[in-house]
Nanobody
Framework: VQLQASGGGLVQAGGSLKLSCEAS????????MGWFRQAPGKEREFVAH????????YYADSVKGRFTISRDNAKKMVYLQMDSLKPEDTAVYYC????????????????????WGQGTEVTVSS
């Protein structure tokens, strides 16, 4: 699986952005998908996860109620709708694929994921 993230940019606090992640590979629909982010000087952290078919979603507490993860298996796309953005959301955002299709406690950790996209930068100005 190869992943290509896009949609980042500069936005004012309170604004919205929608990130996209395009996947290649025949087995995409059977993968759990996650979004992570990494701010300057910080470790990469979990943002959201969506399971392969049931589309159960999980979010980090810091983004719950503001971000929405979704997927379109037919188009091999995963999205992250980000609303009510805050300056602390500034980071490089990465999509990742997990060959295990369902969420588990370890889905919070980068080591869970088998494939990573190149990242797209999001900057939120105050």
């Amino acid at each position: 699986v190869q992943l290509q993230a896009s949609g980042g940019g500069l936005v004012q606090a309170g604004g919205s952005l929608k990130l996209s992640c395009e996947a290649s590979g025949r087995t995409f629909s059977s993968y759990g998908m996650g979004w992570f982010r990494q701010a300057p000087g910080k470790e990469r952290e979990f943002v959201a996860h969506i399971s392969w078919a049931i589309r159960t979603t999980y979010y980090a507490d810091s983004v719950k109620g503001r971000f929405t993860i979704s997927r379109d298996n037919a188009k091999k796309m995963v999205y992250l709708q980000m609303d009510s953005l805050k300056p602390e959301d500034t980071a490089v955002y990465y999509c990742a694929a997990d060959s295990r299709p369902y969420y588990s406690g370890s889905s919070y950790y980068t080591s869970r994921y088998d494939y990573w996209g190149q990242g797209t930068e999001v900057t939120v100005s105050s």
